[in-house]
């Protein structure tokens, strides 16, 4: 059984900063792809950052410059670093990895974490 676990959400003013962090736990064997995605209130799931295995990070356009996607692949974690933020960045913020895990070490399979609050707003 793999979890994802995310943490750091919260009320933050237009301007503010936010980091928040996700840690993956089971019986993991690797992990490739990690990553952040937010649904907004009446809209559809949108890919916020990701980050490969080897450190390469991509944003979405909405947040380049404001974001930096991080991870600790010894610790199966992965972090996102908000700043600037705006009213429009309000939503669920959700962790999303690639995860192979025992016993069939070599399939990867998305799995997602319960997700996050984040609302910006004075």
């Known amino acids: 059984q793999v979890q994802l676990v995310e943490s750091g959400g919260g009320l933050v003013q237009p301007g503010g900063s936010l980091r928040l962090a996700c840690a993956a736990s089971g019986s993991i064997f690797s992990i490739n792809d990690m990553g952040w995605y937010r649904q907004a209130p009446g809209k559809q799931r949108e890919m916020v950052a990701v980050?490969?295995?080897?450190?390469?990070?991509n944003y979405a356009d909405s947040v380049k410059g404001r974001c930096t996607i991080s991870r600790d692949n010894a610790k199966n974690t992965v972090a996102l670093e908000m700043n600037s933020l705006k009213p429009e960045d309000t939503a669920v913020y959700s962790c999303?990895?690639?995860?192979?895990?025992?016993?069939?070490?070599?399939?990867?399979?998305?799995?997602w974490g319960q997700g996050t609050l984040v609302i910006v707003s004075s």
């Open positions: 999303n990895a690639l995860v192979a895990s025992w016993p069939d070490k070599y399939r990867y399979l998305e799995r």
């Open positions: 980050i490969t295995k080897g450190g390469i990070p």
